[in-house]
């Protein structure tokens, strides 16, 4: 469905004018520095890691809100990194992206059924009357039902689950073939949040969906991702299935991440495994691997080298030099 090659998006920093004054060199955030990966059709992809790491900008990327430094991304067969105007325009139907905070993602002006409709008619689909029925079907097919009792409402008169399902039926309404969730339960109360995962499933099943999962929580990707990537300061550190990552981490920062999953036993003695210290910066990432000062496995090699993204067992990608040989 999408293969993403060498992908890289470096933002400048604004500097102060002083700073501007006295060094020419311009710095950048290196948000993604040459990432390669596939999702295959009907696949739910989990991409996960701490804040900073670049998945939400590796998201943004795969949809074309956020344009390229340099690599590809083929979509069906074409790179989409290049394609502008109408193609764009078309192009951004098949592609869809759900934001994290439901409420900030809506116009509090906009009745619930004009916000989705607007996807209708940013794309000229439809007559005014068929694009009302489409959205009402939306709204059904979200669960917000019976649709004309939410048409008219304003954001703010939903809960937090229903302005999530809003979010999914605006997304869906234009039938995409892929679609980005970054975070999509991380504001709902834990209570919905099955509910909210479920109607992805049911949304992937009836729509022939592929999903890209952006999370931070590894607990919930494991319900629902088929296969997750773990990133850390831009870079890809392990690829493999779900039930590996879960049952045969390889690499100490995703062992670490798992350690950090909370237990439900007050007397569980905290994990050494569990990474200490902040995550660098993005400007300078450390040399060698960029884990190196955090890891509690790092040796001589690790800040002089950087490990490659290597296929150690089936399916399962590592990037760590304690499984380069
Ligand atoms: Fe740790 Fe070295 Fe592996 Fe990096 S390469 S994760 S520092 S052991």
Redesign the pocket.
């Known amino acids: 469905m999408i293969e993403v090659k060498n992908l890289v998006k470096y933002f400048p920093v604004q500097k102060g004018f002083m700073d501007a004054l006295f060094t020419r060199e311009k710095d950048f955030v290196k948000a993604v520095d040459d990432v390669s990966f596939k999702i295959e059709k009907g696949e739910i992809f989990g991409l996960a890691g701490e804040s900073g790491s670049g998945k939400t900008t590796v998201g943004r990327l795969c949809v074309r809100l956020t344009p390229a430094t340099s690599g590809e991304i083929i979509f069906e067969g074409q790179d989409i990194t290049k394609i502008k105007g109408k193609q764009l325009r078309l192009l951004k139907r098949r592609l869809q992206i759900t934001f994290q905070d439901p409420t900030s993602s809506l116009n509090p002006r906009m009745t619930i059924g004009n916000a989705i409709a607007d996807a209708l008619r940013l794309q000229n689909i439809g007559t005014r009357t068929e694009q009302r029925k489409q959205t009402e079907d939306a709204l059904e097919r979200v669960g917000l039902s019976p649709a004309s009792a939410f048409y008219d409402r304003y954001p703010h008169q939903l809960s937090g689950g229903q302005r999530q399902r809003v979010i999914f039926a605006r997304a869906f309404i234009l039938r995409p073939a892929f679609v980005v969730t970054d975070e999509p339960v991380a504001m709902v109360d834990v209570s919905i949040r099955a509910q909210i995962l479920n109607l992805m499933r049911d949304l992937q099943k009836e729509l022939d969906l592929t999903y890209l999962y952006i999370t931070h929580d590894l607990a919930t990707a494991r319900h629902i991702c088929d296969r997750i990537g773990i990133m850390y300061l831009g870079k890809f550190f392990e690829i493999a299935d779900s039930r590996a990552i879960y049952e045969n981490a390889l690499?100490?920062?995703t062992v670490g991440l798992m350690s950090a999953i909370p237990v439900p036993d007050p007397k569980a003695e905290k994990s050494e495994a569990i990474p200490t210290g902040e995550i660098p910066s993005p400007i300078n990432p450390p040399p060698g691997?960029r884990?190196?000062p955090r890891?509690p496995?790092?040796?001589e090699r690790?800040p002089k080298e950087e490990?490659e993204l290597l296929l150690v067992e089936k399916n399962h990608w590592v990037a760590?030099?304690?499984y380069s040989d």
Do not use: T, V
Request: glycine share 0%.
């Open positions: 690499h100490p920062y691997c884990f190196h890891c496995r790092a040796f690790c490990p760590c030099h304690l």
